[in-house]
């Protein structure tokens, strides 16, 4: 399935670099071999990095789009808040580190 919607978006061939593979699937025994004769490229397992604090609870690859959301976020809120003059990074990190700990 996801062969055919990149094939149908033109985009397969821009995987020249490989696939990360994320998620709780990405955890399944033979996922990895799997999509590399399916895709045709090397293809690798991510877990998330450079997560201070929290690393050993959020560090493996089912967490990988929660983690990259949230910091997503967090960058997103510490610019908005930098452009109306309440620069507060710390105070967004510590919520954003909070709320990791409380849920995971």
Not at 21 to 32: K, P, R
Not at 49 to 54: D, E, K, R, Y
Request: glycine fraction near 14%; proline fraction near 3%.
């Amino acid at each position: 399935m996801v062969q055919k919607e990149l094939i149908r978006s033109g985009t397969d061939e821009l995987l020249i670099g490989g696939i990360v593979l994320t998620g709780g699937t990405s955890n399944l025994a033979g996922i990895t071999k799997l999509a590399e004769e399916v895709f045709c490229v090397p293809v690798r397992v991510g877990s998330p990095f450079n997560v201070a604090g929290i690393k050993d609870i959020v560090a493996h690859p089912e967490y990988s789009s929660a983690v990259g959301l949230t910091l997503y976020g967090a960058e997103n809120e510490a610019a908005t808040a930098f452009r109306r003059g309440r620069f507060g990074v710390t105070r967004a990190f510590k919520k954003v580190g909070g709320w990791l700990a409380e849920n995971f």
